[in-house]
């Protein structure tokens, strides 16, 4: 058992001028679990991921996230490359509308091979084939590869997506809605 939740969430609050984004958000995340947020259209789920993952600034409120080298820490009070590094090596985010999240203009393989090469991985035969094997577990047809994302459909683009964030073995995953206009019997495959 870990000694510390990997991301300890207290008071989050996001207002968009009088709007309400989200609203005294509190919970622990640890190691392994896997947290749902449910809610209505407009409720502010996308406000409170983005809020988690540093993409956007909340009005009040604290993100301790569990760092390898350092143990907890407070992401909000970071420094912005500090928390970009996280993005990279620890956290990934899957957007609720693909094209947030991936690089349209370059391959199907460069949008996975990217995260890696951003970990270190230079070997360009290794990063393809790791590249391949994640399309394959996302269903992408090997022939794909070189397409680019604009190429694909949107269930499609949103499990290119997933294999681009998944790739890295990522330490916490946010994810928005990933499976958002997929069919019923994929979202099942997806979710177990
Ligand atoms: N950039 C923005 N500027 C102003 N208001 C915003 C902005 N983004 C979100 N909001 C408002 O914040 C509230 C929460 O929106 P949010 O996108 O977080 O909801 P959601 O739960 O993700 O909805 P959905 O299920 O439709 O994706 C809504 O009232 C929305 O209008
Ligand atoms: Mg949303």
Redesign the pocket.
């Known amino acids: 058992m870990s000694a510390a939740p990997l991301l300890q969430v207290s008071g989050l609050s996001k207002y968009?001028?009088p709007?309400?984004?989200?609203t005294d958000i509190s919970f622990d995340l640890w190691p392994g679990e896997v947290l749902g947020v449910v809610?209505?259209?407009?409720?502010?789920?996308?406000?409170?991921?983005?809020c988690l993952a540093g993409l956007m600034v909340p009005d009040a409120g604290r993100v301790v996230y569990d760092t390898r080298a350092e143990g907890p820490r407070d992401t909000l009070a970071m420094a912005e490359p500090e928390r970009r590094m996280l993005m990279r090596t620890d956290w990934a985010f899957v957007h609720?509308n693909p094209r947030d999240g991936l690089r349209m203009g370059v391959s199907a393989g460069a949008n996975v091979g990217e995260r890696l090469m951003a970990v270190g991985a230079r070997h360009y035969g290794r990063i393809r084939g790791a590249a391949l094997d994640w399309l394959g577990r996302v269903e992408i047809a090997a022939d794909r590869i070189d397409d680019r994302p604009a190429a694909f459909s949107g269930g499609m683009q949103q499990r290119l997506q997933i294999a681009r964030n998944l790739v890295t073995g990522p330490r916490l995953v946010f994810m928005?809605?990933p499976t958002g206009g997929w069919m019923s019997a994929c979202r099942r495959g997806f979710w177990t």
């Open positions: 968009y001028g709007r309400m984004g989200c809610g209505e259209s407009g409720s502010g789920k996308t406000t409170l991921l983005n609720q928005d809605e």
